[in-house]
């Protein structure tokens, strides 16, 4: 019995990577079709014929400003939205229509995030060993995985894993197992998708509308990004862009109530809380400093590499805009200069995406 246990822990072990996950490879995608933040207020309540809620609009503006966006990207043009007007009504008939637009447009925008991932990686296609899948746009299977898999020409006996519904949280869940996968399945090959269309939860304006319940509609828009992830690097042919030294996750006490997503007959319908910043903003000194220090890392130490002074925190408060800078600020750090720059990204939408065509037909070329 002891030597079978043996053999089966040399087994594992030889299974195992030897190093760390790392990035092999960066491509991102968005639509041609755009609105400008300043001009998004006018857009939507035009196309929802909602112009007569004018003092929601007022708010609606005040929330667009605060947002600190400069564009956004989008599958659906106006077009579209007349000829599906359940679209905008929210009707459980219109659903379908939803998930049918999805099917086909998420495919195909994470494809072209994944092939400039791929060409950056510098190996064939065919040696991806798994795929991960991850999308709030989406509640069907097969499902995006699947359409990806054959735009690319992946293998067929790829690993595929679909996540879904997992809000803001969700390219960080999908580079999490994209490690784990890597680490321990020698000469793994993860290619992990994360592609998002807002199709599935555009709505009209309604009376009842809250700041809370607008901010999904102010903020996000569509877009996809890829990575090639691997550990032991094979060289020449790939160099890591960085190693995935630790992934964790926390549940914030008092969290619960502060964002949810569901898909309903109306599409996908959630609320964010307009003190969520302010709520992770507080408690993300003492996430950190956990999650440092389970690699026994001392406190100081982890500050100068990253930001050159160790009075400064290398606060990242996610995608939303609400009050972020002045959060990081009340939690005893100042943004750094990752902060900035992906704040420059947020603005710009994807600061790679050029020559796109404005949804309203007057943006820059």
Wanted: aromatic share 6%; hydrophobic share 40%; proline share 5%.
């Amino acid at each position: 019995m002891a030597s079978t246990l043996a053999t089966v822990r040399e087994i594992r072990r030889t299974q195992r990577a030897d190093g760390p996950a790392a990035v092999l490879g960066i491509g991102t995608a968005n639509p041609t079709n755009y609105v400008f933040q300043e001009e998004f207020p006018d857009y939507y309540f035009r196309v929802t014929k909602k112009e007569h809620l004018t003092d929601l609009k007022d708010t609606f503006k005040k929330l667009c400003r605060i947002m600190g966006l400069e564009k956004r990207y989008f599958h659906h043009t106006e077009q579209l939205l007349n000829s599906h007007p359940g679209l905008l009504h929210g009707t459980p008939s219109a659903l379908d229509a939803r998930l049918d637009i999805v099917a086909k447009a998420a495919p195909e925008l994470a494809a072209s995030a994944a092939a400039k991932a791929i060409a950056r990686w510098g190996r064939p296609a065919t040696d991806i060993t798994h795929l991960v899948v991850s999308t709030n746009a989406e509640a069907r299977s097969p499902g995006a995985d699947l359409g990806l898999a054959t735009l690319l020409g992946l293998r067929h006996d790829v690993c595929r894993t679909v996540l879904q519904l997992n809000g803001c949280s969700a390219g960080c869940a999908a580079l999490r197992l994209a490690k784990d996968l890597a680490e321990n399945n020698r000469g793994a090959r993860v290619l992990v998708a994360c592609v998002e269309l807002t199709i599935t939860s555009f709505r009209a304006p309604h009376e009842g509308d809250s700041f809370d319940t607008l901010i999904p509609q102010a903020l996000f828009g569509d877009g996809a990004g890829a990575v090639v992830v691997g550990a032991d690097a094979v060289h020449p042919a790939e160099r890591p862009l960085f190693e995935m030294v630790s992934a964790s996750q926390i549940l914030i006490p008092g969290s619960e109530h502060l964002l949810s997503i569901q898909l309903g007959g109306s599409g996908i319908d959630g609320d964010i809380s307009f003190n969520l910043q302010r709520f992770a903003a507080q408690n993300l000194k003492r996430c950190l400093l956990d999650a440092f220090g389970a690699l026994a890392v001392n406190g100081v130490e982890w500050q100068r590499p990253l930001l050159g002074s160790p009075s400064r925190q290398p606060w990242d408060l996610g995608p939303h805009r609400l009050g972020s800078r002045a959060g990081a600020q009340e939690a005893g750090g100042e943004p750094n200069c990752g902060e900035r720059l992906r704040e420059h990204a947020l603005r710009d939408g994807d600061i790679r995406a050029r020559g796109a065509a404005p949804a309203n037909g007057r943006g820059r070329r």
